[in-house]
């Protein structure tokens, strides 16, 4: 069974510049996650969905980062106009939607703002 | 809100010795579901081990925790640590897990290097 993917794997952008990642997670599992993980910290919940429904995106800074899962399948988290404080990897993972579920993480992207 | 506290840094140890990774946490919540996760270099994280009941041991790859509800603690624990075990180590914190959610709150991580 495939697990979690997500592209691009690398990013590297100028300030005020914009860029989206793609999460595909693993069939069946209903709910999707997004985590910023800066350097040398742990993953922070940026959002998450069931199905095409967000639950909770209270950690996503609103006026420049957005995300989607419009069939509750695939997701993409954008970034409308970068900073260097958004440096990070991005991990997208899945689970299916009940309590202690596992969360299996795809190779996330490493995003570098100049 | 809910935080997940970890022995910070590095914690270097000569293989085949045993260690003890420290997490306590903070919550509102009566029952959350506490994990272990471990993150090896240049890889993403995976779960080593959970629990949600007070008091019981849990065991995974040679790696064990209990969930001490009184403590709010959940340290991880392993006899005799291996080369394989170098990786970061986050404790994570499942808040809702009475209503199906498993929003996690994770620990800032502690790196696990062996020597030896």
């Known amino acids: 069974e495939a697990g979690v993917t997500q592209s691009p794997r690398y990013a590297v952008l100028q300030e005020g510049q914009a860029v989206s990642f793609w999460c595909d997670p693993i069939?069946?599992?209903?709910?999707l996650y997004w985590y910023q993980q800066p350097r040398d910290q742990g993953p922070q919940l940026l959002v998450y969905f069931r199905d095409e429904a967000v639950i909770d995106n209270s950690q996503l800074p609103s006026d420049r980062f957005s995300a989607v899962r419009p069939k509750g399948t695939n997701s993409t988290l954008k970034i409308q106009s970068a900073k260097q404080g958004d440096t990070a990897t991005y991990l997208c993972a899945s689970s299916p939607y009940w309590g202690g579920a596992e969360q299996y993480f795809g190779p996330g992207t490493r995003l570098t703002v100049l | 809100g809910d935080s997940v506290t970890q022995t910070e840094g590095l914690v270097t140890l000569t293989e085949g010795l045993p260690v003890m990774l420290n997490c306590t946490y903070q919550t509102i919540y009566s029952n959350p579901f506490l994990f272990w996760y471990v993150q090896h270099l240049n890889e993403s994280p995976r779960l080593l081990l959970k629990?949600?009941?007070?008091?019981k041991r849990t065991e995974h790859q040679g790696f064990h925790a209990t969930l001490h509800k009184s403590s709010s603690s959940f340290h991880l624990q392993k006899s005799s640590a291996q080369l394989s075990d170098s990786a970061l180590y986050y404790c994570?914190?499942?808040?809702?897990?009475?209503?199906?959610?498993?929003?996690?709150?994770f620990g800032k991580g502690t790196k696990f290097s062996l020597i030896p």
């Open positions: 069939s069946g599992h209903d709910t």
């Open positions: 994570a914190l499942s808040d809702l897990p009475g209503t199906g959610s498993n929003r996690l709150t």
């Open positions: 629990s949600f009941t007070d008091n």
